[in-house]
């Protein structure tokens, strides 16, 4: 029983409400009464409701009867509240009813409530400082919405401009994250992504020469490796005087040094999936294979196999039947065939990949990590025969 009961013309510059009641005699009785002065939609039900606000897109004010099969109006407003939280809520009860309605509007779900039956202007007046409740929080939304677009846009241009090697690592990691997001049809994106470019803000910190290692993939040292895991710290400080941040900011401070104690289950998907990004990044910028960077994030401990299994499908990279195995230089073993070249840190390729690990290999390789840096780990297959 979804109608719009309000004239045609002149509907479009009218505010929208939407009345709720199991009796079809009271919402023609409603509507009547409202349709001078707003456009009126009708449902029959909570679940009718919510079907005709999701097709037609958010309300001024929803005024609901209290009683209803299914699903009562408190349950309704409360879902009408997260889904549509700047929409204005109105319940619609009978006298004995009225305990139920003061404890939904001290629960803070229910704006005001109307008492069966309403004597016309005052249903009038309610809706109408409802629907001027809405026009203020959809207002202050969207003066927060501008200052937190321009309040982004000036911390990400001062990232471009101090390191356009940051900001431009920052834009690719995004680009991952986006497509993982979409390939696991998580909610949310609009913080995930926002998080991915937050946790390089800290790159503004970095000596240029940590920032080139960064942009290559390149080993930190261990005072290195310090500052870069303090970047999602310096974001947070960057970050938490900015509106409306709180779920961003959570993610980023999961991504740090000191993660939040009890994280929320958002939190903790996005970590994982930009985590996964940040590694892929790294290893793909050093030089290795799609396959290959993959399998060095799969034989990591504590990888979140999950978003690996998103990345193979994003990358269009099926699983091979030969275990790939990610090894320190000390664990390699003869017989084992190298996957991938193995690279020193200034770019000299030391192995290359098909070759078979032999004992005499494996000297060669002790030598060269006497003298200079070998970029770990090494992919390599094992099992395979020895020449």
Same mark, same amino acid.
């Given at each position: 029983m979804?109608?719009?009961?309000?004239?045609?013309?002149g509907?479009?510059?009218?505010?929208?409400?939407?009345?709720?009641?199991?009796?079809?005699?009271?919402?023609?009785?409603?509507?009547?009464?409202?349709?001078?002065?707003?456009?009126?939609l009708?449902?029959?039900?909570?679940?009718?409701?919510?079907?005709?606000?999701?097709?037609?897109g958010?309300?001024?004010?929803?005024?609901?009867?209290?009683?209803m099969?299914?699903?009562?109006?408190?349950?309704?407003?409360?879902r009408?509240q997260?889904?549509?939280?700047?929409?204005?809520?109105?319940?619609?009860?009978?006298?004995?009813d009225?305990?139920?309605?003061?404890?939904?509007?001290?629960?803070?779900?229910?704006?005001r409530?109307?008492?069966?039956?309403?004597?016309?202007?005052?249903?009038?007046s309610?809706?109408?400082?409802?629907?001027?409740?809405?026009?203020?929080?959809?207002?202050?939304?969207?003066?927060?919405?501008k200052?937190?677009?321009?309040?982004?846009?000036?911390l990400?241009?001062?990232?471009?401009?101090?390191?356009?090697?940051?900001?431009a690592?920052?834009?690719?990691?995004r680009?991952?994250?986006?497509?993982?997001?979409?390939?696991?049809?998580?909610d949310?994106?609009?913080? /995930?992504?926002?998080?991915?470019?937050? *946790?390089?803000?800290?790159? =503004?910190t970095?000596?240029? #020469? $940590? &920032?080139?290692?960064l @942009?290559?993939?390149?080993?930190c040292?261990?005072?290195?490796?310090?500052?870069?895991?303090?970047?999602?710290?310096?974001?947070?400080?960057?970050?938490k005087?900015?509106?409306?941040?709180e779920?961003?900011?959570?993610?980023?401070r999961?991504?740090?040094?000191?993660p939040?104690?009890?994280?929320s289950?958002?939190?903790?998907?996005?970590?994982?999936?930009?985590?996964?990004? /940040?590694?892929?990044?790294?290893?793909e *910028?050093?030089?290795?294979? =799609?396959e290959?960077?993959? #399998? $060095? &994030?799969?034989c990591? @401990?504590?990888?979140?196999l999950?978003?690996?299994?998103?990345?193979?499908?994003?990358?269009g990279?099926?699983?091979v039947?030969?275990?790939v195995?990610?090894l320190?230089?000390?664990?390699?073993?003869?017989?084992?065939?190298?996957?991938?070249?193995?690279?020193?840190?200034?770019?000299?390729?030391?192995?290359?990949?098909?070759m078979?690990?032999?004992?005499?290999?494996?000297?060669?390789?002790?030598n060269?990590?006497?003298m200079?840096?070998?970029?770990?780990?090494?992919?390599?297959?094992?099992?395979a025969?020895?020449?």
């Amino acid at each position: 029983m979804t109608n719009v009961l309000a004239p045609e013309t002149g509907a479009a510059t009218r505010p929208t409400v939407l009345l709720v009641d199991d009796e079809s005699a009271i919402l023609d009785t409603l509507s009547l009464q409202l349709r001078r002065d707003h456009k009126v939609l009708v449902a029959g039900s909570g679940a009718e409701a919510l079907r005709l606000l999701a097709s037609s897109g958010p309300v001024a004010a929803v005024i609901s009867d209290l009683r209803m099969p299914e699903m009562d109006g408190v349950e309704l407003l409360r879902r009408v509240q997260l889904e549509y939280p700047d929409t204005t809520r109105v319940l619609h009860t009978a006298q004995s009813d009225l305990s139920a309605a003061i404890a939904a509007i001290n629960d803070g779900g229910v704006y005001r409530y109307l008492a069966k039956p309403v004597p016309t202007d005052e249903l009038r007046s309610t809706v109408q400082e409802a629907v001027e409740l809405h026009g203020r929080s959809t207002a202050d939304r969207q003066l927060l919405d501008k200052t937190l677009k321009t309040s982004l846009q000036a911390l990400f241009g001062c990232l471009q401009l101090a390191s356009p090697l940051a900001f431009a690592r920052a834009g690719r990691i995004r680009t991952l994250v986006s497509e993982l997001c979409h390939e696991m049809q998580l909610d949310a994106l609009w913080e /995930i992504e926002v998080a991915a470019m937050a *946790s390089q803000l800290g790159a =503004v910190t970095l000596p240029p #020469t $940590v &920032l080139a290692k960064l @942009d290559k993939g390149l080993p930190c040292t261990e005072e290195e490796q310090a500052m870069v895991d303090g970047m999602p710290g310096v974001a947070v400080q960057l970050l938490k005087n900015i509106p409306m941040l709180e779920d961003v900011i959570q993610i980023v401070r999961g991504l740090g040094l000191n993660p939040p104690p009890h994280p929320s289950p958002l939190a903790e998907t996005a970590v994982d999936v930009i985590r996964t990004a /940040i590694d892929f990044e790294t290893l793909e *910028s050093r030089g290795l294979e =799609v396959e290959s960077a993959i #399998t $060095v &994030l799969e034989c990591r @401990d504590h990888s979140a196999l999950h978003v690996l299994s998103a990345l193979r499908k994003v990358k269009g990279c099926v699983q091979v039947k030969e275990k790939v195995r990610g090894l320190r230089v000390v664990d390699l073993e003869t017989g084992m065939r190298v996957a991938e070249d193995i690279v020193a840190t200034n770019g000299l390729v030391l192995i290359g990949r098909g070759m078979i690990v032999t004992e005499l290999l494996l000297d060669r390789l002790n030598n060269f990590a006497r003298m200079i840096e070998i970029i770990e780990p090494v992919l390599a297959v094992p099992g395979a025969r020895r020449y």
